[in-house]
């Protein structure tokens, strides 16, 4: 197992799903965590006691990442508590899933701002430190429906692609800096965000995998802890699908 020990890390939306099994699986290797939640602090305390009774260290912190002020004051507590930020894992997200002709302009924008303008701005004020420090791992969370679209997604999906387009972008401009930047892309994973598919949807889509199953938070918290250990030092720009071979 890759140790991540003296590593500071900021995982956002991270009081439920995937952002969740990302912070315990990164604390369960040493790094020191900060977990992100918008509206859920008892669910944010919980995974702090997961964190904190497992021996590991870790700290919860209320903010909107969608707000440029939320972010700021996210990455600041980092640095206040810890000293530095070694890891950003721009995981919170959402949906408003409907077709085109049904979908308002908030819904767009809802989408847009909580899972793509949140990982622009969480990653602007992380990378100042990082640049200073020459050193910097972030990944971002993408999904299958940023790679290949998704109807009733043209929210989301765009919000994905979007952060795709801004992994390869960042990976290039801070490459010099010993910074990685990749993306990790689920298939289905169950959780708040996807229990409430319906069930034919489901059965059309498992036959399209060829594992034939949904990928597991824990899958996808090894693929971001892989990423974001010195292993995977010389791996930048990348997007690293983990949805049982759905996309290739
Ligand atoms: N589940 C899947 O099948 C799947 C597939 C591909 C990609 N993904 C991506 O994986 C990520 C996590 O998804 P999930 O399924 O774990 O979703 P989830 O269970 O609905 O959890 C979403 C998390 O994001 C947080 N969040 C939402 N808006 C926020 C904001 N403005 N500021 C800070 N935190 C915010 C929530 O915090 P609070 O509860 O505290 O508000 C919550 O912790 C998302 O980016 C999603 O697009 C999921």
């Not at 949140?118 to 050193?135: D, H, I, N």
């Not at 940023?146 to 960042?170: C, R």
């Amino acid at each position: 197992m890759t140790t991540l020990q003296e590593k500071v890390a900021v995982v956002t939306g991270a009081s439920r799903g995937i952002g969740r099994g990302i912070a315990i699986e990164l604390a369960k290797r040493g790094a020191s965590v900060v977990i992100n939640y918008h509206s859920s602090p008892d669910a944010a305390n919980e995974v702090l006691a997961a964190i904190t009774e497992a021996g590991g260290t870790a700290m919860a912190f209320q903010a909107d990442v969608s707000t440029e002020d939320g972010a700021n004051a996210l990455l600041k507590a980092a640095v206040d508590a810890y000293g530095k930020v070694d890891i950003l894992v721009n995981n919170a997200g959402t949906t408003r899933d409907n077709v085109i002709m049904m979908m308002k302009a908030d819904d767009f924008d809802t989408v847009l701002n909580t899972n793509l303008r949140s990982a622009w701005l969480c990653s602007k004020a992380a990378v100042r430190g990082m640049m200073r420090k020459r050193y910097g791992r972030v990944i971002n969370i993408t999904s299958v429906s940023g790679v290949s679209g998704q109807a009733g997604q043209t929210n989301y999906s765009a919000s994905k692609a979007g952060i795709i387009g801004l992994t390869k972008a960042l990976a290039r401009e801070v490459g010099t800096r010993n910074i990685t930047v990749n993306a990790v892309a689920p298939g289905f994973v169950l959780t708040d965000l996807t229990k409430d598919l319906p069930e034919d949807l489901i059965n059309q889509m498992i036959p399209l995998i060829p594992l034939g199953r949904w990928a597991t938070i824990e899958e996808v918290a090894y693929a971001v802890a892989f990423l974001a250990s010195d292993e995977a030092a010389c791996i930048t720009g990348q997007v690293l699908n983990v949805d049982g071979g759905m996309i290739m």
